[in-house]
């Protein structure tokens, strides 16, 4: 089945600096690559994702790369502001896996 | 639209009593999941619904049972609560039936359930 792995666990960023989180997975037919962002008290919710055919993509701050031949992709958040204190996740692919620990980012004042 | 909607917010049941958590989507998504998510742990899948009329055990099934009332509601129910089913639960919603990887899911704000 998919194993994926995220690092790091946790990440504390100066406001205003930039956040980048990996995942690496093992499935090379894996096709599809979200990530998720958990406010405390809150569901997860999708902030943005790729598919295997297009290397990059940006939503204003938020971006996702994708790098199929090492098989990892990962999540970079520029000019980091308060509100993105939240919790991470990319979740495996295969559903009897789940989400795992995913990446506590705390943004410092 | 109110997406996934999750009765009840808290609960706290003693060992031993019985509960049923209920969820329902208005996206009318085929597919809906319950997780549970401890410190640490992240979010693990109790049970699933790829469509009406089907469920199917995820990672973590013992001490629950599920019941897929129609395309809108997916019920948890916990028969004999235990103190290591302590935890907050999550519904979610996706729309393809059959990759379960390939579309986003959409989760509702959780159930917080304490037993004593």
């Known amino acids: 089945g998919e194993n994926v792995e995220q690092h790091p666990s946790t990440l504390s960023v100066q406001e205003g600096d930039s956040a980048v989180i990996k995942c690496t997975y093992s499935d090379s037919a894996s096709n599809y690559f979200p990530w998720y962002k958990q406010e405390l008290g809150k569901g997860p919710q999708l902030i943005i994702d790729?598919?295997?055919?297009?290397g990059e993509k940006k939503d204003q701050r938020i971006a996702v790369t994708l790098n199929k031949t090492a098989k990892h992709f990962s999540l970079h958040i520029t000019e980091t502001q308060p509100e993105d204190s939240a919790v991470y996740f990319c979740?495996?692919?295969?559903?009897?896996?789940?989400f795992g620990a995913g990446t506590t980012v705390t943004v410092r004042a | 639209n109110a997406g996934v909607t999750q009765t009840p917010k808290f609960q706290v049941l003693k060992t031993g009593q019985s509960m049923t958590l209920q969820c329902a989507q208005d996206m009318n998504h085929n597919s809906m999941y319950w997780y549970r998510q401890d410190p640490g742990m992240g979010l693990r899948l109790i049970y699933y619904?790829?469509?009406?009329?089907?469920?199917d055990k995820g990672e973590v099934p013992n001490g629950y049972n599920v019941s897929r009332l129609n395309k809108r509601e997916f019920s948890l129910r916990l028969e004999s609560a235990a103190p290591s089913q302590t935890s907050v639960y999550f519904c979610?919603?996706?729309?393809?039936?059959?990759?379960?990887?390939?579309?986003?899911?959409?989760f509702g704000d959780g159930t917080r359930l304490s037993i004593l």
């Open positions: 619904s790829a469509s009406e009329g089907t469920t």
């Open positions: 790729i598919r295997s055919n297009v």
């Open positions: 979610a919603s996706s729309e393809v039936s059959r990759v379960f990887s390939n579309q986003p899911q959409h």
């Open positions: 979740p495996r692919n295969d559903y009897k896996l789940s």
